[in-house]
């Protein structure tokens, strides 16, 4: 189930398993300083093996497949932008994953501005002038894709990395 | 040891002069060829301070103005940054406040402190407002569709004793003036021996009777472009040419006549009362007005109206008898006979026509 080689996505919502019945006393939530310890031990290793460009896309893929099984599996409101963005703007609030902002979006031209403050991978890094957060841009790309079917370019335009305070995405159609 | 240039000095004081005094320095120009140490270092520090301090204040001016369309400049400057936030914040107040303009009330701002509840609270007074506003709105469009109803009702009951155009004149102006007609063709019509049968018949059986006879001629005198102006016991009064004018006035009624007698044949084909008409039709002027002030009537006057009335007494039991007048009208178009001239009271001699049979 979780070690079959593939050449395809076998991840399903049900890997994560019931949380609830695992974990009576400790509960569904964790220290931030764990799962960051998680990605980025796993990217240093990733880089070792891998390099910087390829572990970023393996971010961004892994990211882009999480933002589409979140959406099929936790959104709702799917009917327009508006709704959709609100909900998840109280999904990722209720869930501790950062304050999701938007700053403009254009429907029509499907180009929008969003950002996340206090974001789970970023807030409180250390600067040193990257933009850490390529899993945020495939996981919004996913979500996007999931609501729409259609493909988005997302770029992290500000990071906390790479100081600013919050995290700056712009969202395109894609190519 | 360091060699300081005096000129140097005074350029980096006068650049955090002019910074504290208010105004944006130029980036001080190095000298081709300065040497790599501290005080270069210095100025190089100094202009790039200078570079994000003006991209900063050119920013939070626009900031200031109100304009929120730009792109936020790069930079750690903490009031920079600083800036940013209250930028994304405030692009993200006015992309909430649109979605609330659409009546989206759900829309919340979270981690804003005192803002976020004032604005939460602003948010659902609105709510709380829009959702009086639609319960008003629905109680009023019930209120409207009662009204509507009635005012139909209302309409109906008029046109039931006024004529649609002399309706419509009566609501609004709220009078109507009497109005001659120069050509209308009257029909009259009255059962033969309605006296003995109302004798003979409890009142409740010949007032449904005369209803189901009366709301067919109804039926047959609206389908023919006529108007019922009144019934008088068992006589029936009706018009075509006005207060519309209708220039085959004379050709409809005389097809409702025929119609009118045709369906009565038939009902006493298979009624167990058997009823009879005479028909009497003429053609000439007819003054036309509204009678009462409380309750209204359309009436027609003048000797055109007695003149049918003559006819229909000189006509026989299911036949319809012509004036000349009408029968000029309609010769061409229907068979007919000519009577004998009669004496008719009031008239002197009048020449009559039986439609044939």
Known sequence: ?175 | MLNVNEADIDRLTEAIYLLLKGETPTPIALAPGAPENEVTQLTQFINKFIEEYAQFTQAMAALARGNLEFEPPKGHLHALQSMKNLHANLRHLTWKTQQIAKGDFTQQIDFMHDFSTAFNGMTLQLKQAFERIEQQNQTLAEANRVIQEEKEKSDRLLLNVLPARVADELKQTGKTLPELFDDVTVLFSDFVGFTDMSAQIKPELLIDQLNELFTQFDSIIEDNGCERIKTIGDAYLAVCGMPAPNPVHCHNIVKAATEMVAWLKKRNAVSEFQWRIRIGIHTGPVVGAVVGVKKYIYDVFGDTINTASRMESHSEPMRINLSDSAYQRVKEAFLFEERPSCMVKGKGQMRMFFMAE
Not at chain 1, 73 to 86: G, H, M, P, Q
């Open chain 1, 1 to 175: 189930m979780f070690k079959e080689e593939r050449n395809d996505s076998l991840f399903s919502w049900t890997m994560l398993g019931n949380i609830q019945e695992g974990r009576p006393n400790l509960g569904p939530k964790t220290d931030v300083s764990v799962y960051r310890l998680m990605q980025f031990t796993l990217r240093d290793v990733l880089i070792q093996k891998f390099g910087v460009e390829l572990t970023d896309n393996i971010f961004f893929e892994a990211g882009l497949s999480a933002g589409l099984h979140f959406y099929n599996n936790l959104v709702t409101k799917r009917d327009s932008y508006d709704a959709f963005f609100a909900q998840l703007q109280e999904l990722l609030k209720d869930l501790n994953v950062g304050i999701l902002r938007v700053e403009k979006a254009d429907f029509e031209a499907k180009t929008f501005t969003v950002t996340v403050a206090e974001d789970l991978d970023c807030s409180g890094l250390p600067a040193c002038e990257e933009s850490i957060c390529t899993y945020d841009e495939g996981f919004i790309a996913g979500l996007l894709y999931a609501h729409t079917g259609e493909i988005f370019d997302v770029k992290e335009v500000d990071c906390w990395c790479s100081g600013g305070r919050v995290c700056r995405f712009d969202v395109k159609p894609g190519a």
